[in-house]
């Protein structure tokens, strides 16, 4: 099984999905012959045609609305927001037409063929243009998937999975994991189901739930917990919506406590979601309140990046605390 990087799984991912069905379409900002900012999209337009793989304006309302109207005429767009940070003019389009397309046309039409890629997340000093993680926003929107890989392996049957699901997907890829992050990943075609979580590692003590580049950050943090002699349960959420409760409820039932991790600010974060659930589903089980460690209730800082982002050593610390509280 060859060696890759998180890119290449995507873009060998998006190469099977545009060769098995010519109705896909990838477009967005230098997505063409530049192969996108990071590269995604390389060699995608020179195999399969201008029609097929080309550069948008810099305008994501448009990109979104476009693809809208592509998919519900039965085209299989995969666009691409150059930044997640950049979704936010697009807001509209997703949150009102993409998300209720089905619902308000009484089924007649759908976008369901839709998949909307975007790099996200800090750790690459980006700064507050380039570092953030809007995946809450979208969670509030029934309608929508959310779909975040933790590794190339999943990004590649993840993406598969999302561009062949009948309901529109964000997809957001951990940008600092893009090059950072390798691994085996078959060269076949293959799915990962959506609305799954993933037990990581089995343990007993404490359950740890993260996604996207988060999941490494928590096997650091678990190392060390390990040392102190907690055993710990780690779950990679995967998508986050529709969420997979019950295997986050399994595994509180078991071990009676829970530490939830995500970059972006506490605040408002899909934690709390993820908190509220789980003490209504387990509130007689728990040992200890529900711990979160995110990022800060601030804009991402420009040079305060380690300062902000939630490491593994914060999330020892709530480890320790849940299970000393
Ligand atoms: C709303 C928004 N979308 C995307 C970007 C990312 N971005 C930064 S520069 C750039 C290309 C700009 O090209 P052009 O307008 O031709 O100006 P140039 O820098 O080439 O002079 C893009 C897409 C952004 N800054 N803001």
């Known amino acids: 099984m060859p060696n890759m990087n998180m890119l290449q799984a995507i873009n060998q991912a998006l190469d099977i999905a545009m060769a098995e069905d010519d109705k896909v379409l990838c477009f967005g900002e230098d997505v ?18 201008h029609a097929r793989c080309f550069n948008t304006p810099i305008v ?46 009484g089924d007649l039409f759908n976008v369901g ?40 392996y999943e990004a590649k049957g993840l993406l598969l999975a999302s561009i062949r699901d009948p309901d529109p997907v964000l997809f957001f890829e951990p940008k600092r994991l893009y090059r950072a992050s390798t691994g085996e990943v078959p060269e076949e075609d293959y799915q990962l189901p959506l609305g799954e979580a993933a037990v990581t590692r089995e343990g007993s003590d404490v359950t740890l739930v993260g ?35 019950d295997t986050i409820v399994d595994s509180v039932l078991k071990t009676g406590r829970l530490v939830v991790t995500h970059e972006a600010p506490r605040t408002g974060g899909f934690a709390g979601e993820i908190a509220a659930t789980v003490q209504e589903r387990c509130f007689l089980y728990l040992e200890s309140p529900v711990m979160r460690v995110t990022g800060l ?15 593994h050593l914060k999330i020892h610390e709530a480890i320790r605390a849940s299970v000393n509280f």
């Open 32 to 49: 063409g012959s530049f192969g996108g900012v990071f590269r995604a999209t390389s060699h995608l337009q020179e195999k399969y045609g």
């Open 60 to 105: 994501e309302q448009g990109i979104v609305g476009f693809a809208n109207g592509l998919a519900s005429q039965g085209s299989v767009p995969v666009a691409e927001i150059q930044f997640a940070d950049y979704i936010f003019p697009a807001f509209d389009q997703l949150v009102n037409e993409t998300a209720k397309f089905r619902y308000r046309s």
């Open 113 to 152: 063929g839709l998949t909307l890629r975007a790099p996200y997340g800090g750790g690459i000093a980006g700064g507050h243009y380039h570092s953030q993680s809007p995946e809450a926003y979208f969670a509030h929107t029934p309608g929508l998937k959310i779909v975040i890989p933790r590794n190339p």
């Open 211 to 245: 996604w996207g580049a988060q999941m490494e950050v928590i096997e650091r943090a678990v190392e060390l917990a390990e040392k102190d002699g907690i055993s710990c349960e780690v779950i990679d959420l995967r998508t986050i919506l529709p969420w997979d409760e």
């Open 297 to 311: 209730d601030t804009p991402f800082p420009q040079t305060l990046e380690k300062e902000y982002l939630p490491d």
